[in-house]
């Protein structure tokens, strides 16, 4: 079993910046695929940024592609995803997601793909 805390949510203003923390206990990380997933009141949840178990592979949805950038530090057991140039339209509770997976290059973009989910971390970005 992994447990999976975010934080790091808040409430900032359009343009601002948030650095969200994804932060693992229960199991060793190392092997672990993480993704971000984000949802907003009423819309379905969507795909946001997902980095292998190595760190060497990356995926963005297209929404914020050059703004956020997911990153970790197997050491600390936690996975980051710096939001910059925020937009009211990135409000949501935004998830993080683990699964194991061997394969050093390997991300997942569904939620079908992530066997552990946090409990998500609000952010809110007014204009």
């Known amino acids: 079993q992994v447990q999976l805390v975010e934080s790091g949510g808040g409430l900032v203003q359009a343009g601002g910046s948030l650095r969200l923390s994804c932060a693992a206990s229960?199991?060793?990380?190392?092997?672990?695929?993480v993704g971000w997933f984000r949802q907003a009141p009423g819309k379905e949840r969507e795909f946001v940024a997902t980095i292998s178990w190595s760190g060497g592979t990356t995926y963005y949805a297209d929404s914020v592609k050059g703004r956020f950038t997911i990153s970790r530090d197997n050491a600390k057991n936690t996975v980051y995803l710096q939001v910059n140039s925020l937009k009211p339209e990135d409000t949501a509770v935004y998830y993080c997601?683990?699964?194991?997976?061997?394969?050093?290059?390997?991300?997942?973009?569904?939620?079908?793909?992530?066997?552990?989910w946090g409990q998500g971390t609000q952010v809110t970005v007014s204009s």
């Open positions: 229960g199991r060793t990380f190392s092997t672990y695929v």
């Open positions: 997601a683990a699964t194991h997976d061997s394969r050093s290059w390997y991300t997942g973009t569904a939620g079908d793909d992530y066997d552990y």
